[in-house]
């Protein structure tokens, strides 16, 4: 095997093994976060698991998310826009907002009410698993 064909088929197995990871990881999410078990988050499911993350990541136990608390889970820019009042921390109600925004961008029919493991595996469910669990 030349070194273009190794490099070629390394990547692509990691590219597979990343994909197979990632629905992995929502399958996985999904059976933690559906409560009542009809195979699909909701948004009151979404909130519940939301509300557990709001806890364990505020460290400081100060009632607010600052940016540190949220590494690895919301990016710069995201953070900006789910702080309105620009205080520098997502309180609760910010945080609840982010999630349910976050909820209905991943919903494939609008309106659904609903995400199922399809919408969970594309970038704005995703993101909404980073918030939730
Ligand atoms: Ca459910
Ligand atoms: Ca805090
Ligand atoms: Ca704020």
């Known amino acids: ?20 990871m990632a629905f992995a990881d929502s399958s996985a999410a999904l059976k933690a976060l559906d409560t009542d078990k009809d195979g699909t988050i909701d ?14 990541l505020d460290t ?13 889970r919301l990016d710069a820019a995201g953070f900006k826009a789910a702080d309105p009042d620009n205080d520098g921390t997502l309180d609760e109600k910010e945080y609840m907002a982010l999630v349910e925004k976050t909820f209905k961008a991943a ?25 939730i669990q």
């Open 1 to 20: 095997m030349n070194k273009f064909a190794q490099a070629f088929s390394i990547s692509a197995t990691l590219v597979l093994l990343t994909g197979a």
């Open 43 to 56: 948004l009151k499911e979404a909130e519940a698991g939301a509300a557990k993350v709001f806890k364990s």
């Open 60 to 72: 400081d136990n100060d009632g607010t998310l600052d940016a540190k608390e949220l590494a690895g």
């Open 107 to 131: 919903e494939l029919k609008p309106g659904g009410r609903t995400l199922d493991l399809k919408e969970l595996n594309s970038p704005a469910g995703q993101a909404l698993l980073k918030l």
